[in-house]
């Protein structure tokens, strides 16, 4: 599986964003999804995923929850992340993630197979 990001941006506090993750290769439906960031001199981190198939489950950080919404699209092999209320601790590069498994693990980057290049989000004041 190929994962492909864009959609990232530089915006102003308080905008928002959808940010875009495109597979190829192979079907991302039996694939559990996820998003990533890194901003500088800091670790990644773990955004929000969202289960595999229908995508019904899905789990996101704290800091994430109320503001961004991940959905996913298999007809398209596409899984969108869209953020509102953006704030300037939200800039950093986003990664997107697919993972063969099938459960609550959405928050370790380690449980995931496949990885995007990542997309640029910058939020200024």
């Known amino acids: 599986v190929q994962l492909q990001a864009s959609g990232g941006g530089s915006v102003q506090v308080g905008d928002s964003l959808r940010v875009s993750c495109v597979a190829s290769g192979r079907t991302i439906e039996y694939y559990s999804m996820g998003w990533f960031r890194q901003a500088p001199n800091k670790e990644r981190e773990f955004v929000a995923g969202?289960?595999?198939?229908?995508?019904?489950?899905?789990m996101y950080a704290d800091f994430a929850r109320d503001r961004f919404t991940i959905s996913r699209d298999n007809a398209e092999n596409t899984v969108y992340l869209l953020m509102n209320s953006l704030r300037p601790e939200d800039t950093a590069v986003y990664y997107c993630?697919?993972?063969?498994?099938?459960?609550?693990?959405?928050?370790?980057?380690?449980?995931?197979?496949?990885w995007g290049q990542g997309t640029q989000v910058t939020v200024s004041s």
């Open positions: 993630a697919a993972g063969a498994f099938n459960g609550p693990y959405y928050r370790g980057s380690n449980y995931y197979d496949y």
């Open positions: 969202i289960s595999l198939m229908s995508g019904d489950t899905t």
